[in-house]
C-alpha cells in the first residue's frame, strides 16, 4: 500500500503530523516501537502520522517526552487548537517553555501560572456563560495552563508583580478566593519565585498600566509578552523590550517588599474567612 504523503504546509494538524514522523524517525523508532514506549496502538500512531485522525492531549504529551522534542509537538498541537487559544499566543507559548526567567505583571486578577486550579475553572466558567467560548475550548486552555503551571518545578525564576486589585476581585466567590489567596502564600514561599504587591496607593504612579510578561532566554536575550482583546503580542525588538524591562524595574522598586506583599495578601486572606463565618 501506498504510503499517504501529508503536506504540512495545508494545515496545522498536518505540520503536527509531518513533525511527529520525523521526530520518531529520528530517534530510529518505528511506529511499533514508539506504541510500545507510550502504550498506544501503531495503528494510533500511523493514523495520526496520516493526519487522518487528530491526536489527544494525553498523546502528544507522552509522545513529545518519549522523543525528547522539548515541547515542540505540544506547540504544534496547541497551533491546531488555536481555536481556543488568543491569535498569538501559541507563538508566545514556545518561547514561554525556553525561558530561564520570567517577569511578569497582572493588574486586576492572578497571573495564569499562579492560578489555584478552581480559580481557573471560576474564571473559564464565566467566559462559558457569556458565549464567549464553548466548553471544549474552556476545557482545553485550562488543560494548556495545567501544562505551563509545571514550569514552577524547573527552577527557572518567576518574578511576579501583581496589582493590589487582584487581591480584592473574588473570582469564583469568597472560598474560592481564600484558597487562591492562600495558594499565593505557598508559592512564594517558593526560593525560585519572587511574588511583590503593587498597592492602590501607586495611583497614577504605577509605572505599567497594562499586563506584560519579560521572558529571559537560555542565550539571555529577552523578549516581551502582551495582549489586547483580539490578540497576544510578541515583542523581540531589544530596545522596546528594554523599554519594558525599565518600567518593570521601577515597578518593582516601588511595589511593596516581598515580606510585606506576604502580609497583604495573609491579611486579605483571613479578611475572606472572618466575612465567611459571620452569621
Known amino acids: ?49 496520516g493526519a487522518k485522525q487528530a491526536p489527544s492531549l494525553k498523546f502528544v504529551e507522552r509522545v513529545d517526552d518519549a522523543l525528547q522534542t522539548n ?19 501559541p507563538e508566545y507559548l514556545r518561547r514561554e517553555r525556553e525561558a530561564i526567567g520570567s517577569r511578569i505583571f497582572d493588574t486586576d486578577m492572578v497571573s495564569g501560572i499562579l492560578q489555584e486550579p478552581e480559580y481557573s475553572a471560576a474564571y473559564e466558567g464565566a467566559i462559558v456563560r457569556r458565549g464567549e467560548a464553548t466548553r471544549e475550548q474552556a476545557d482545553e486552555r485550562l488543560a494548556l495552563l495545567a501544562q505551563r503551571q509545571l514550569k514552577l518545578n524547573t527552577g527557572a525564576s518567576l518574578h511576579v508583580v501583581l ?35 503593587a498597592p492602590h496607593r501607586l495611583a497614577e504612579d504605577r509605572a505599567l498600566s497594562h499586563p506584560v510578561t519579560i521572558l529571559t532566554l537560555p542565550n539571555r536575550s529577552l523578549v516581551g509578552y502582551t495582549e489586547t482583546l483580539q490578540r497576544g503580542y510578541l515583542e523581540q525588538d531589544a530596545d522596546t523590550v528594554a523599554g519594558w524591562v525599565s518600567r518593570y524595574d521601577r515597578l518593582q522598586v516601588n511595589a511593596l517588599s516581598q515580606l510585606d506583599s506576604l502580609a497583604l495578601i495573609r491579611e486579605t486572606r483571613k479578611g475572606l474567612e472572618r466575612h465567611a463565618k459571620r452569621p
Open 1 to 49: 500500500m501506498a504510503r499517504r504523503i501529508v503536506d504540512p504546509t495545508s494545515s496545522p494538524l498536518h505540520a503536527f503530523a509531518v513533525q511527529l514522523s520525523r521526530s520518531r524517525v529520528a530517534m530510529g523508532l518505528t511506529q511499533v516501537d514508539l506504541g510500545s514506549e507510550i502504550r498506544y496502538s501503531n495503528v494510533y500512531i500511523s493514523n495520526v502520522e
Open 71 to 89: 515541547g515542540t509537538l505540544l506547540l504544534l498541537y496547541w497551533s491546531w487548537k488555536s481555536g481556543s487559544l488568543l491569535p498569538g499566543f
Open 163 to 197: 496589582d493590589e486589585a487582584a487581591l480584592r476581585r473574588p473570582i469564583g466567590g469568597p472560598a474560592v478566593m481564600t484558597r487562591q489567596l492562600h495558594h499565593l502564600e505557598m508559592l512564594s514561599a517558593r526560593p525560585n519565585v519572587v511574588l511583590q504587591i
